[in-house]
């Protein structure tokens, strides 16, 4: 991924919204599993949810299931985690990665991707 850039600021309130984007280049993601990461200061990184390039079809964890939304856009080779309500424990390092043909039960696990997108840090303040 060519890079992980974010669209609003890195430090919000608990309640706001933030958008985060990652942008592929030099690689089709036809075939490929994109998925968003996070890692907490101390924690290990931790599944956030994915997208199936063909398809659209996403996965969540529970954590964040009905606030954050992951999106693409063809056109732009861009995949998109908009990430409502946030609350303190929200508050990591987000990454964005791809890997190719990763079936659903390995979609969770780090190891599954083969290209990570440099990390965006969101701060979410009480």
């Known amino acids: 991924m060519s890079s992980c850039r974010r669209l609003g600021g890195g430090l919000v309130q608990a309640g706001d919204s933030l958008r985060l984007s990652c942008a592929a280049s030099?690689?089709?993601?036809?075939?490929?599993?994109v998925g968003w990461f996070r890692q907490a200061p101390g924690k290990e990184r931790e599944y956030v949810g994915a997208?199936?390039?063909?398809?659209?079809?996403?996965y969540y964890a529970n954590s964040v299931k009905g606030r954050f939304t992951i999106s693409r856009d063809n056109a732009k080779n861009t995949v998109y985690l908009q990430m409502n309500s946030l609350k303190p424990e929200d508050t990591a390092v987000y990454y964005c990665a791809a890997g190719n043909r990763i079936i659903t039960s390995q979609a969770m696990a780090p190891s599954a991707y083969d290209y990570w997108g440099k990390g965006t840090l969101v701060t979410v303040s009480s």
């Open positions: 997208i199936r390039w063909s398809g659209g079809t996403t």
């Open positions: 030099g690689r089709t993601l036809s075939s490929y599993t």
